[in-house]
């Protein structure tokens, strides 16, 4: 049966946070670092949002409606229950890519080029510490890339080997989940309220974010 699994804040953040990283690579390679560094500020944005909804979003996009510990993880390794949201395998893998994206983005606040630009924070940083954050900046880049194609070659195997749309369900809301799972869980409140809510706490720390980054 077709259900509300994923509400619209969380599918609009998913989306802009892909594109928030795709164009920062993309500015750095092209040199555009002052286009580079406000787009870290809509990713740390966009993160503190995810962070937040965490706690008050609808149940499958909180934490504690996928985040699990190791030894479940390997039991459904063993035997693959189903789910309506996150998967614990998967949960492992946003946790990881949340957590390497916000690494990301914080370590650019203290991040100089030496030439054309300079992170908000390195002028309230001994030379030691720029130089760190910047080496760790730019060393987590591949792992960054690592994580985002495991994460795309599982939306592939889940569509090719188990015909599980993920890609479909992550724009439309929108998921065929058993009736098992919808026994064990609730699906998505995704009314005018919740998506309301979704974006004063998105705009809060849009402007937070944008107003340090100016003021730094």
């Known amino acids: 049966?077709?259900?509300?699994?994923?509400?619209?804040?969380?599918?609009?953040?998913?989306?802009?946070?892909?594109?928030?990283?795709?164009?920062?690579?993309?500015?750095?390679?092209?040199?555009?670092?002052?286009?580079?560094?406000?787009?870290?500020?809509?990713?740390?944005?966009?993160?503190?949002?995810?962070?937040?909804?965490?706690?008050?979003?609808?149940?499958?996009?909180?934490?504690k409606s996928?985040?699990?510990?190791?030894?479940?993880?390997l039991r459904?390794?063993?035997?693959?229950?189903?789910?309506?949201?996150?998967?614990?395998?998967?949960?492992?893998?946003?946790?990881?890519?949340?957590?390497?994206?916000?690494?990301?983005?914080?370590t650019g606040l203290g991040t100089s080029d030496d030439i054309f630009f300079d992170g908000p924070l390195v002028a309230h940083l001994p030379n030691a510490v720029v130089a760190v954050m910047g080496s760790v900046h730019l060393a987590m880049e591949p792992v960054i890339y690592a994580l985002v194609g495991l994460h795309v070659a599982a939306i592939a195997y889940y569509r090719l080997a188990r015909k599980e749309d993920l890609l479909s369900a992550m724009l439309s809301g929108d998921k065929d989940v058993s009736?098992?799972?919808?026994?064990?869980?609730?699906p998505a409140r995704d009314d005018a309220g919740l998506r309301l809510t979704g974006l004063m706490v998105f705009l809060i720390s849009l402007i937070f974010f944008a107003t340090a980054y100016s003021l730094l």
């Open 1 to 63: 049966m077709k259900i509300r699994v994923w509400d619209l804040p969380i599918r609009i953040f998913h989306w802009a946070l892909a594109i928030s990283m795709v164009g920062s690579v993309v500015s750095v390679k092209m040199g555009e670092m002052e286009f580079h560094g406000w787009l870290g500020v809509l990713a740390l944005s966009l993160l503190c949002f995810r962070l937040v909804w965490g706690f008050v979003g609808s149940q499958p996009a909180r934490f």
């Open 66 to 73: 996928f985040v699990v510990g190791p030894r479940t993880t």
């Open 179 to 186: 009736v098992e799972a919808t026994e064990k869980e609730k």
């Open 76 to 106: 459904y390794l063993q035997s693959h229950w189903p789910v309506m949201g996150h998967n614990p395998l998967g949960a492992w893998s946003v946790l990881a890519l949340l957590g390497l994206a916000l690494f990301q983005a914080f």
